[in-house]
């Protein structure tokens, strides 16, 4: 059974890797020209069930071996004050144990080396055009060729080419948080090891962290804007303009930090939105990851929904011999719940992350000073909950992996 994967990036992989072991041929297709490997990105979080997938894939030691080794968080407020805090007493405060953060680059190279010797990857290429019959999908790619394929899983994110082509235009589907998100690497210029340092001002936070595997640092911009703003999410330096006029007014690091996104070869920047869907598969197309249920990056786990639904997604075609019909509406049944939660608790940790009055900003500084110094069972009923435990709640089926079927007796 051939089966088409859009994207390159976690889902996308994840899902291969489970495919071939169950004995079906993926080819993956990837617009960028080349892998998206070293430790660009931002940091990513996966939380206890997608560091369960990884531990069964056997990489967990690896990525924990590549984990972000960040400490503690200081609050630089204006004025030059500042409020330190030990994420480890944070941290502590969580039932999940496995939670383990990430540069996206950094988690992207792990998962193309798994997979590298076993699926095809066409890279510089992407899907233009499907067709389903009967008996499969005829697949025109922008590159002119063509293939035929049993299935097209879209793992393209949350732009998804397939979506737009199978369930229609993005804006039907995509809904707005009301908040941005940048991101872009900087020469470690404060020299900072174990500190992760945050800026707060009304409607926008900035941070910068360090990246101990490149000596280099991540800067990270936050912002809320009252109307959904209209750009390009392909035009880089359209961009840097907008994220430079929301910070304009801004002192602390900004202007510097806005000159080295000037320069970052990695920067990005896109609107924290929900892709909302009935379903996510249609006749022998399904999506995974943010392509099908985003929650919103920056604050919804997308990263620990795509890891889990492209395992459970493999491992329900597994079960039902390729049927692909009744393997996607296990997935979906399997899966929906879980998206519901997350999606459910994102706009709660936007609306709480980025202060929205100077009377926020005064709340946050003051919580955060007794957060510090209260007692630690406290401290962790008071933190129990939320985003973090939505996103740690979902239970894996059983280790054991479902039958294993020859080629010859797969539905095609």
Same mark, same amino acid.
């Given at each position: 059974?051939?089966?088409?994967?859009?994207?390159?990036?976690?889902?996308?992989?994840?899902?291969?890797?489970?495919?071939?072991?169950?004995?079906?041929?993926?080819?993956?297709?990837?617009?960028?020209?080349?892998?998206?490997? !070293?430790?660009?990105?931002?940091? &990513?979080?996966?939380?206890?069930?997608?560091?369960?997938?990884?531990?069964?894939?056997?990489?967990?030691?690896?990525?924990?071996?590549?984990?972000?080794?960040?400490?503690?968080?200081?609050?630089?407020?204006?004025?030059?004050?500042?409020?330190?805090?030990?994420?480890?007493?944070?941290?502590?405060?969580?039932?999940?144990?496995?939670?383990?953060?990430?540069?996206?680059?950094?988690?992207?190279?792990?998962?193309?080396?798994?997979?590298?010797?076993?699926?095809?990857?066409?890279?510089?290429?992407?899907?233009?055009?499907?067709?389903?019959?009967?008996?499969?999908?005829? &697949?025109?790619?922008?590159?002119?060729?063509?293939?035929?394929? =049993?299935? &097209?899983?879209?793992?393209?994110?949350?732009?998804?080419?397939?979506?737009?082509?199978?369930?229609?235009?993005?804006?039907?589907?995509?809904?707005?948080?009301?908040?941005?998100?940048?991101?872009?690497?900087?020469?470690?210029?404060?020299?900072?090891?174990?500190?992760?340092?945050?800026?707060?001002?009304?409607?926008?936070?900035?941070?910068?962290?360090?990246?101990?595997?490149?000596?280099?640092?991540?800067?990270?911009?936050?912002?809320?804007?009252?109307?959904?703003?209209?750009?390009?999410?392909?035009?880089? =330096?359209?961009?840097?303009?907008?994220?430079?006029?929301?910070?304009?007014?801004?002192?602390?690091?900004?202007?510097?930090?806005?000159?080295?996104?000037?320069?970052?070869?990695?920067?990005?920047?896109?609107?924290?939105?929900?892709?909302?869907?009935?379903?996510?598969?249609?006749?022998?197309?399904?999506?995974?990851?943010?392509?099908?249920?985003?929650?919103?990056?920056? &604050?919804?786990?997308?990263?620990?929904?795509?890891?889990? !639904?492209?395992?459970?997604?493999?491992?329900?075609?597994?079960?039902?011999?390729?049927?692909?019909?009744?393997?996607?509406?296990?997935?979906?049944?399997?899966?929906?719940?879980?998206?519901?939660?997350?999606?459910?608790?994102?706009? !709660?940790?936007?609306?709480?992350?980025?202060?929205?009055?100077?009377?926020?900003?005064?709340?946050?500084?003051?919580?955060?000073?007794?957060?510090?110094?209260?007692?630690?069972?406290?401290?962790?009923?008071?933190?129990?909950?939320?985003?973090?435990?939505?996103?740690?709640?979902?239970?894996?089926?059983?280790?054991?992996?479902?039958?294993?079927?020859?080629?010859?007796?797969?539905? !095609?």
């Amino acid at each position: 059974m051939d089966i088409l994967i859009s994207g390159a990036g976690v889902a996308g992989p994840v899902l291969a890797y489970w495919l071939q072991r169950y004995g079906y041929t993926p080819v993956v297709v990837e617009h960028t020209p080349r892998p998206r490997l !070293g430790l660009g990105g931002h940091a &990513v979080d996966l939380f206890a069930p997608a560091s369960e997938v990884m531990d069964r894939m056997g990489l967990l030691p690896r990525l924990q071996a590549a984990r972000v080794e960040t400490s503690a968080l200081r609050y630089e407020l204006p004025g030059g004050s500042s409020i330190d805090v030990d994420l480890r007493d944070i941290s502590e405060a969580f039932a999940d144990d496995r939670h383990l953060e990430i540069m996206r680059g950094d988690l992207a190279t792990i998962l193309q080396d798994a997979t590298a010797d076993r699926v095809e990857y066409r890279f510089g290429d992407s899907i233009a055009a499907l067709a389903e019959d009967a008996a499969g999908i005829d &697949v025109t790619f922008d590159s002119g060729r063509t293939g035929r394929f =049993d299935l &097209v899983l879209g793992a393209d994110g949350l732009h998804s080419a397939v979506r737009r082509l199978i369930f229609g235009p993005e804006d039907e589907l995509s809904h707005h948080l009301g908040g941005y998100l940048a991101v872009g690497t900087l020469p470690n210029y404060r020299e900072l090891t174990t500190h992760t340092v945050l800026y707060n001002a009304v409607d926008r936070i900035a941070a910068m962290y360090p990246v101990a595997q490149t000596g280099q640092a991540r800067a990270v911009f936050l912002f809320r804007h009252p109307t959904e703003l209209v750009y390009d999410h392909r035009d880089i =330096d359209a961009q840097r303009r907008l994220l430079r006029t929301e910070y304009r007014n801004e002192g602390w690091e900004i202007p510097r930090l806005l000159d080295e996104m000037d320069r970052a070869d990695d920067f990005y920047l896109d609107a924290i939105s929900q892709i909302r869907m009935d379903s996510w598969s249609r006749g022998r197309v399904s999506l995974v990851g943010d392509a099908g249920y985003a929650p919103g990056p920056a &604050v919804g786990g997308g990263t620990t929904l795509a890891v889990v !639904g492209a395992y459970l997604l493999a491992r329900a075609l597994a079960e039902a011999g390729g049927a692909h019909q009744q393997a996607f509406t296990v997935y979906e049944r399997q899966l929906r719940d879980y998206v519901r939660r997350c999606r459910e608790a994102a706009p !709660g940790v936007l609306r709480r992350g980025i202060p929205r009055s100077r009377a926020h900003l005064r709340f946050n500084a003051l919580a955060t000073r007794l957060l510090t110094r209260m007692p630690a069972a406290l401290r962790t009923r008071l933190l129990a909950g939320g985003a973090s435990s939505a996103l740690s709640s979902f239970a894996l089926p059983d280790e054991a992996a479902p039958p294993e079927l020859d080629a010859q007796k797969r539905v !095609g």
